[in-house]
């Protein structure tokens, strides 16, 4: 019914920038809270950042002042603006939306396939 397809990851050199891109697709009503996390090897899946329906973003530590999540309602999507990338940063990033779907009109979470992120030293 719901599909989200991430892109724009890649291999970036340390001090680098990238953007990730999320479409969600299908029998979509509205798009509650959107956010992106990200699970380095050998470490738990933790939230990079969040963003409410009602404009309330939260980051991660480790990425305030470097990372913007943004979002288009229009197209369905959602961005993760990434600046200043480090080693650190490595990892397979993840979109989620809460979802009311359409007709039904249930709420549901939804998860990209991941994107991987490589930054160089």
């Known amino acids: 019914q719901v599909q989200l397809v991430e892109s724009g990851g890649g291999l970036v050199q340390a001090g680098g920038s990238l953007r990730l891109s999320c479409v969600a697709s299908g029998s979509i009503f509205s798009i509650n809270s959107v956010g992106w996390y990200r699970q380095a090897p050998g470490k738990q899946r933790e939230l990079v950042a969040a963003?409410?329906?009602?404009?309330?973003?939260n980051y991660a530590d480790s990425v305030k002042g470097r990372f913007t999540i943004s979002r288009d309602n229009a197209k369905n999507t959602v961005y993760l603006q990434m600046n200043s990338l480090n080693p650190e940063d490595t990892a397979v990033y993840y979109c989620?939306?809460?979802?009311?779907?359409?007709?039904?009109?249930?709420?549901?979470?939804?998860w990209g396939q991941g994107v991987q992120v490589t930054v160089s030293s």
């Open positions: 989620n939306m809460g979802i009311v779907i359409g007709r039904t009109y249930v709420f549901a979470d939804y």
């Open positions: 963003l409410t329906g009602g404009g309330t973003t």
